[in-house]
């Protein structure tokens, strides 16, 4: 222990005579500016939907009645929710650009979103014709294809159309939706290769 920090131990001890050594070691290290906690780790991901929420797509003018009296359905839907015993609760609506979002306590089951769906039509005032049926948040992945010809069997590039059809063929893609078409580059100028 150097000679200055015993000096301003006791300095601490002086100034507090009756902590016990280890508060008066703890009060020293901050005054000095030293740290013992470890410092917090950076979340580098970022969160995505929740799988709790039901995704209404409706009309504005629709989300604005049901948003206007949002503690009255969610009592309403959980009060049939709670009658076919499922043990989804619904917390609350909120506003979204493409309709309603409700959050609930849980992942909903197909039964369950049906027993909102038909809430929201039957609400006062919306039109039904402007209420699609609910669905559960989606994830977007990407997919890298490499070893792909570049060229066709009579010469031609392929096309992203040719890609579609290969992969809706593939049952391993049966609950996949593209959100855009495939993007088809060549390896290099002097390569037969492409990359998906």
Known sequence: ????KVENILKVKEAFLKLVPKKIIEIHNIAQGISHKACPKLNMTTKGPSRKQVIISISQDNSNIVISCANKHIFNINRLLKSTKSNVTADFIQFDSIGIIITTNQVTSALDMNIIENYIKDSTNVNTNEVSSPQLPQSKSYLKILGIPYLTN???????????EVI????????????SSPHIIKVSSKSNMAII
Do not use: A, C, S, W
């Open 1 to 4: 222990m150097t000679k200055g």
């Open 154 to 164: 009579n010469g031609t590039p392929i096309t992203h159309n040719q890609i579609e």
């Open 168 to 179: 809706k063929r593939i049952y391993l893609f049966n609950d996949v939706t593209l959100t």
